[in-house]
């Protein structure tokens, strides 16, 4: 396969992902190439589902895919898993079976008597320029259903403050 056919799948892919959550009532909006830092003036507040936007904004580009997740109703727990040489936070690394973020929120949930939220959707990432759903290395999140009442706001908020 050539770049230009490589560059063409993925540019595919992430579009139709971007049309698909839109249909979906997910609001998106492109993120740079390769990262994360949203590639429209107003960052997440542009986001939308109006699939004439969606599809002009991957028309030629291929963006990242970024979503609006209050606006959706979605709260996303980031399930890290310890960067190479770096070691768990303090709290947790005492802690016996906990290797990552996913035994972190199986303790958490067994404290809450709660059960571990196995019904929720799985996304893993990976560094290229699509989204991929497929059992792969890399950061995983965990997607739930914002309770109506719950006002739950980013603990990225200040970090990207001058992206919006």
């Not at 996913?102 to 571990?116: E, F, I, S």
């Not at 990432?125 to 914002?146: E, K, L, M």
């Amino acid at each position: 396969m050539t770049s230009t056919t490589t560059r063409t799948a993925q540019l595919g892919g992430v579009r139709a992902m971007a049309a698909w959550l839109a249909a979906h009532e997910v609001p998106v909006f492109p993120c740079a190439p390769g990262g994360k830092t949203p590639a429209t003036r107003h960052g997440f507040k542009d986001a939308t589902t109006d699939p004439a936007i969606v599809a002009a904004w991957w028309e030629t580009t291929p963006y990242n895919l970024g979503l609006a997740t209050g606006p959706a109703g979605l709260i996303v727990v980031d399930l890290d898993v310890p960067k190479p040489g770096k070691a768990l936070p303090e709290e947790w690394a005492c802690v016996s079976g906990v290797v990552d973020g996913a035994d972190v929120l199986a303790v958490l949930a067994d404290r809450a008597r709660q059960p571990y939220p196995f019904s929720t959707r799985t996304i893993t990432t990976r560094p290229v320029d699509s989204i991929c759903t497929s059992p792969t290395p890399g950061p995983r999140s965990r997607r739930f259903r914002a309770v109506r009442a719950a006002s739950v706001r980013s603990s990225t908020s200040e970090r990207t403050a001058g992206t919006s």
